[in-house]
Structure formats: C-alpha cells, structure tokens
C-alpha cells in the first residue's frame, strides 16, 4: 500500500476505541496518525460497598457502540481498515453461555465488573503473597490487590454460588472488547502478562494457582482465563462479525486487533515519538530513557529495556507487554485524577469556585490554575506551598511502596475555607503526586533505570500545572503530543497493525531517529509483527509540546521532597504506635 505524502487525501482510516474509568472514546484517525473524528460517552460505576467498585460489560459494549458510530459518520465506511480496542484491567465475569454474572452480594448480574481500583481482596492478596511464590518476582515482588488472582479467589471464597460455580469466562475488560468484536476469545499478551501471571515465554505456571487455592482453573488448559494468547495488534479471526458491525455502525470483517491495557495504549501512543530538533537528551538516547506516564483516574509510569530489570514495589518486568521486544517495568499510583477531584470537589468553597468557573465557560481546573496565577504575586506559583503538604495514597500506594494500607495525609491546615484556600490544596496536591513520580523514578533508577525524558498523556497532561510540576519536581523535561489524545492514537495503531497496512511502508518514510530503535534488530518476534508497530508508533506519534524544569526552584522542591518522605515516615510510625501495647 502506498502512504500519501503531501496533500494527498489519506485513503485509510483506523478507528481507536479506549475505555477509561470515567468514560468510553472512541477516535477515527488517518494514517498520517491525525485524529480525524472524536467521541466521548461517560460510563456508569457502582460502589455497593466502600473499596467494592463494579461496573457493566453490557453498558460499556453499549457506549463503545455510541461513540464509534458517531466518528465514521460522514466517512465512507470501506475506507476504515482496522479497530482497536484497549480498556481498564478490570475483571470481567460471564457464565458458560458469554451471558454476565453478578460480582456481588446483592445478585445483580448487570454489575459484572470488578473494577481495577476495587480493594476488596486484601485478604486474598495477603495469603497470596505469603506464599512467596517465585511468579511475584515478576510483579515487583508483592502482588497488588488490583491484579486479578486475588479477585478471583475472592470470587471463589464469597458467591461460589452465584457467581464462581456458574462461570465460564474471565475478561480482562480489553479482551471482552475484542471478544464481543470478533467472537474470538484469544486473550492479549499485554493483560495476561500484566495482571494474570502469564509470563511471555513459559505460559502459565500450574504450581502457582496450586498454591493460592484456584487450582480449578488450571482444568481444560485453563479454557477459562484463557488459552490463546495473541501480541497486541495481531489480528484476531476472521474480523469483525456481522452482529457486532451492526452494533458499530462498522462494516463486517474489517479487522480487530488483539488489545491492550489502556496504560499500555497510552504508552504505545506517545514513547516513540520522534523528538529530533528539540533539544532533548533523549534524541541521543535509546529509547529506553523515555519514561511515559498515562495520567487519568490513576498515573501509569512505563518504562521500557532489553534486559529484564526487577524493580522492588514496581510491576514487572513484563516480556513485550507493551513494546514488543522490549520488557516493561510499570510503576503507578492508584489514584491521581480521581484524587484531584476528590480534594478539590470536598472542599468548602467548592459550590463557589464552580458558579465562578462557570460564569468564565472555564474548566474548575482551567479557573483555579488562573486563580493561583493571580495570588502567587512575584514569586513562582510552586512556592505557595511552603507550609502545606500533602501525601497523596489516600488508595494505598501502588509504587514502589506496594503498600495498600497506606493513607492521605495533609499537614498545615488552616481554619480558613475560601477560595485561595482551596486553590493552595489543590496545588499541593499535583505536587504530592509529581513528588510520587519522582519516588517511583528513583526506585527504577536505583534498580538500573536510566531515564531522562518524561512523556506525559491521559486526561491529567491537559492541566497545563500538572504538566509543570511534574517538570519541576522530577527535573527533567516533558513531551507533550501534538495529539492529545494519545491513548486513543494508541488503540488505533493496534487497529492500524491488524490490518497490516503498515508492513510495505517504505524503511525511507519513517520519521523516527533511527538512534532511538536502535536495539530493535535484537528482537526475537516475526520481523514483519515488529515492522509495523515500529512504523506505526513513529507515524502516530507527533511531539506536541515540550516543557523544561525551571532548575532554579530545585532547592525548593528538594526540600518540599524531604517533607515529603518524611510524612510516609512518620505515618508509618502512627501505625506502629496504635499496634503496639
Ligand atoms: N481539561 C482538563 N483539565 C484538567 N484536568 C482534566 C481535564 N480533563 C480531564 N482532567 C483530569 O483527568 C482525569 C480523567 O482523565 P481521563 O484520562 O479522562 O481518565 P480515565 O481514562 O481514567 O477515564 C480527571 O480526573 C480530571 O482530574
Ligand atoms: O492498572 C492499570 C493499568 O495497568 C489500570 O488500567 C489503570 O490504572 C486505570 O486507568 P485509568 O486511570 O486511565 O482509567
């Protein structure tokens, strides 16, 4: 196939379907990797109980069938090539006839999800990590409570009946999508690696559901979490079956890529962008320097290199799970997002920043970075924290504690509730998270890492102060895509790699420093699966921005930095004074 160049009117449209925690979008994009079309539809979330966080396979089919209707309008519908998907980790639970089950007491099957940020399993996930199984090697060395084994067995221990005994599939939420598109129920590498303790090049290990008490699955070649596994972005069956094209307005048997994990999408998006001509450290660099970090409800940190590096309290290394080739060590933190509208929301001077928010047609978070402009005066806006700290695991923490006991704290509260007052929270609180970036890069440097460049995405890179911060506070610059919505750029690549449009792309064409794949030739993969993500990932990812660390507020935040740990510190001795006797 010939790639257009100039003003030639692209010939091929990718469609991109990414399914966030608030929300499903869907994105139509051309093979220059512009977004042509754009669609959001919000999605329902239950909470039946504190820390139990469920949703519906058959509202989130619903809204992905909305939105990808709503990009091809208008468009000739032979012209679209491929369909992606990626999602939340969330487990998705169906009986022997792909019909969904209840994943709670109350019996109600339409919440068949257990969401990725449900904590409802720590029991599970503590006696699963006192097993000391060697497979936790590979998720940091604990297992967090929002992996899925630990669900599973949850699911097992309380509605054995209802649920457990009647089941005949276990979803990643990324591989029900792809299920529902193509009737096929192979699963992706990207979620079995990541979240089920499949390693890329031994499978499963039959010693470690043994152990933990799920042994049950092992039966029938373990039919019912899967045994086929597919890379991202290769092709699945015979594409998308006439039910479900009818269902999204597509035409039947276009192709449908295997999924990945929305973090992973995220990062597929924005890593490989070509940055020459920027100044960046990284354009030297192999791309292992690039750090991305997919911020939406929760901050995904993904960093990638040849050899496997284990990090103490970060997920992985996982084989090829997102880079192919490459492996992956996944730092996060549970709630990022959702924790700025937490703070923000609760507060009293909420209703008002609203109305004013409103009166200007400005985001609350558009109206409180302008805001925080006007009351910082000379200084630089960072420094009106001097006396407020926060710490940010008011979830647990993810990485690289692995700690989900741990809690939020904020230290310098003051009786006033204005406006000013809850601008200085809400910037204590992006700083409290870019803090945790930092902690989450020095573990990975510590174990090997050498990281240089920050690639942000996710709803969170619009908020121009977060974006800031994180530059300040971790010292090194950040890349911004031209396209904003990364993640979904992400998922149309895996459409784009299923149709295999890209694999007699011309080498000349792409626009990617060849420094920066130079370990590619290492990979073990079929050549052609490898040609086209390479190429796709440098055609689809466009550097947008880039904004540098204001290095002479340095000995500011390292200071900040200190007070920072220091609240982890001493929470942890609460802790152990209200044990002890
Ligand atoms: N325009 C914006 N300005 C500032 N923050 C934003 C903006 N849009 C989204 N956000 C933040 O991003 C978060 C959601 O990001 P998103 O990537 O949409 O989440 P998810 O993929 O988890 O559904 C919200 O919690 C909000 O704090
Ligand atoms: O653990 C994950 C990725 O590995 C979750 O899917 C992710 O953290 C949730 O994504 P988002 O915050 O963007 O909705």
Known sequence: MAVPSGDQKPESYYVGVDVGTGSVRAALVDQRGTLVAFAEQPINQWEPQFNHH???????????????????????????????????????????????????????????????LDHRAVSQVHRINETKHSILQYVGGVMSVEMQAPKLLWLKENLRETCWDKAGHFFDLPDFLSWKATGVTARSLCSLVCKWTYLAEEGWDDSFWKMVGLEDLIADNYSKIGNQVLPPGASLGNGLTPEA????????????????????????????????????????????????????????????????????????????????????????????????????????????????????????????????????????????????????????NRSP????????????????????????LYLATIQAIAFGTRLIIEAMEAAGHSISTLFLCGGLSKNP??????????????????????????????????????????????????????SIMLWPLPAEYW?????????????????FPRHEDKRYYDK???VFLKLVEHQKEYAAIMKGD
Not at 482 to 487: A, G, I, L, N, T
């Open 54 to 116: 469920e949703q519906s396979s058959e509202d989130i089919w619903a809204a992905c069938c909305v939105v990808t209707k709503k990009v091809v309008q208008g468009i000739d519908l032979n012209q679209i090539r491929g369909l992606g998907f990626d999602a939340t980790c969330s487990l998705v639970v169906l009986d022997k006839q792909f019909r969904p089950l209840p994943v709670n007491h109350e019996g109600n099957s339409h919440q068949n999800i257990i969401m990725w």
């Open 245 to 396: 094209a009818k269902d999204l307005g597509l035409p039947a048997g276009i192709a449908v890529a295997a999924s990945l994990i929305d973090a992973h999408a995220g990062g597929l998006g924005v890593i490989g962008a070509d940055v020459r001509g920027y100044g960046l450290a990284c354009e030297e660099q192999p791309v292992t320097s690039r750090l991305a970090v997919i911020c939406g409800t929760s901050s995904c940190h993904m960093g990638i290199s040849k050899d496997p590096i284990f990090v103490p309290g970060i997920w992985g290394p996982y084989f090829s799970a997102m880079v192919p080739g490459f492996w992956l060590n996944e730092g996060g933190q549970s709630v990022t997002g959702k924790l700025i509208d937490h703070m923000v929301q609760g507060h009293a001077a909420f209703p008002e920043l609203q109305a004013k928010a409103t009166a200007r047609c400005q985001s609350v978070y558009a109206y409180l970075n302008s805001h925080l402009d006007l009351i910082k005066k000379a200084q630089p806006v960072g420094f009106l924290t001097v006396d407020l700290h926060v710490w940010p695991d008011f979830h647990g």
């Open 401 to 424: 504690l692995a700690d989900l006991t741990l809690k939020g704290m904020v230290t310098g509260l003051k009786l006033s509730q204005d406006l000013d007052d809850l601008a200085i």
């Open 465 to 518: 102060l977060f974006v800031k911060m994180h530059a300040d506070i971790t010292g090194m610059p950040v890349v911004l895509s031209q396209e904003v919505e990364s993640v979904l750029v992400g998922a149309a690549i895996l459409g784009a790699c299923a149709s295999g449009d890209f694999s007699s792309v011309q080498l000349s064409s792409m626009n990617i420093s060849n420094n920066c794949w130079s």
């Open 531 to 547: 040609g086209w993500k390479r190429e796709a990932m440098a055609r689809m990812s466009k550097v947008g921005k880039v904004v």
């Open 560 to 562: 900040k930095y200190q």
